[in-house]
């Protein structure tokens, strides 16, 4: 079965330095990857996804994630935080099983972000 | 594009009452996916549609609720009679085309309280 484990439930840095989400996955096979951002009160908005093509993908608004095989991770960065960054980020798995229709959500990492 | 479109964003109710909650796909988009977001259990799939047809309605909490898509640009989602326990934000969203690849587009949600 595929899974997803967000490593930290809430993250909180200073505007203008770096973030980092942590994300690692578990499945049998070439994982779909992707990150989404859900800010209050809003829908889900995606932000990059892993296609294969390229270990280090690049998303909206700064934010990339690199994909690690050997640390089964996905890891979400930005080099420098803005006050629009903070809201709730999302790392998802698609599921095979469900002919990739399903997507498996971790239970989220709250970004704060403080001036 | 307007985007998915969730109708209503706010619904209070009391217990026992009946409850119909309202989405409008992306035009083109021919995957539906209906989802609900809580605090202890995160999101979840309720169930999806592919052309109008439910493909997996395994996530389904209870015979209480059920999920109709009479066309490609419609759906709804009821509960009923409603519980307290079902108090949370609904999601929709909608895809184009089967791959591990595409993106599912989220709606901005319906809040629901039970009282």
């Known amino acids: 079965a595929q899974s997803v484990t967000q490593l930290d439930s809430h993250v909180s840095v200073s505007e203008g330095t770096p973030v980092l989400l942590r994300c690692n996955y578990s499945s049998s096979y070439s994982p779909s990857l992707f990150w989404y951002v859900q800010h209050p009160n809003k829908g889900l908005q995606l932000l990059l996804k892993?296609?294969?093509?390229?270990?280090l993908v690049k998303g909206i608004n700064g934010f990339e994630a690199e994909f690690k095989k050997s640390e089964t991770s996905f890891h979400l960065t930005k080099p420098s935080a803005h006050m629009s960054d903070a809201a709730e980020y999302f790392c998802?798995?698609?599921?095979?099983?469900?002919?990739?229709?399903?997507?498996?959500f971790g239970a989220g990492t709250r970004l704060a972000v403080h001036p | 594009d307007a985007g998915v479109i969730q109708s209503p964003r706010h619904e209070v109710t009391e217990m026992g009452q009946e409850v119909t909650l309202r989405c409008k796909p992306i035009?083109?988009?021919?995957?539906l996916f209906w989802y609900r977001q809580t605090m202890m259990r995160g999101l979840e799939l309720l169930i999806y549609?592919?052309?109008?047809?439910?493909?997996?309605d395994s996530g389904m909490p209870e015979d209480r609720f059920s999920a109709k898509m009479p066309n490609a640009s419609f759906s709804t989602l009821k509960i009923q009679p409603s519980e307290p326990r079902d108090s949370a934000v609904y999601f929709c969203?909608?895809?184009?085309?089967?791959?591990?690849?595409?993106?599912?587009?989220f709606g901005p949600g319906t809040r629901l309280t039970v009282l």
């Open positions: 549609f592919n052309n109008n047809v439910p493909i997996d």
């Open positions: 892993y296609t294969s093509a390229a270990t």
């Open positions: 998802v798995v698609s599921d095979l099983s469900g002919g990739y229709n399903k997507l498996i």
């Open positions: 969203a909608s895809k184009r085309g089967q791959g591990p690849y595409n993106e599912q587009f």
């Open positions: 035009s083109g988009h021919d995957y």
